[in-house]
């Protein structure tokens, strides 16, 4: 198991920017593909960007694509999102995901991830 604590969110508004944390803690941080997932007040938690175990292979929703980046340090057992150009659609409770896996591909649904940290808020106003 490996624990997570994101960091980072906060009151934007649009066009600004915001970079999310998220610290990872107990076991080998590099045996793990990691995952930015965001959820909505009254809607499903969705899929933001994913980043395989080597920071070789990155994943983005087609909704931020071009907009938010993900990068890994694995050294210092971090991850990162770095979102650019926000909409007032981006406001959502991020969350940082683990799955235990050395692949060059990545899932891209929650249920694909067994290790979730609590969230930060993100909140864009127009």
């Known amino acids: 198991q490996v624990q997570l604590v994101e960091s980072g969110g906060g009151l934007v508004q649009a066009g600004g920017s915001l970079r999310l944390s998220c610290a990872a803690s107990g076991h080998i941080f590099s045996s793990y593909a990691m995952g930015w997932f965001r959820q909505a007040p009254g809607k499903e938690r969705e899929f933001v960007a994913a980043i395989t175990w080597s920071g070789n292979n990155k994943y983005y929703a087609d909704s931020v694509k071009g907009r938010f980046t993900i990068s890994r340090d694995n050294a210092k057992n971090t991850v990162a999102l770095q979102m650019n150009s926000l909409k007032p659609e981006d406001t959502a409770v991020y969350y940082c995901?683990?799955?235990?896996?050395?692949?060059?591909?990545?899932?891209?649904?929650?249920?694909?991830?067994?290790?979730w940290g609590q969230g930060t808020q993100v909140t864009v106003s127009s």
């Open positions: 995901a683990a799955r235990r896996e050395r692949k060059t591909t990545v899932m891209v649904v929650p249920g694909g991830y067994d290790n």
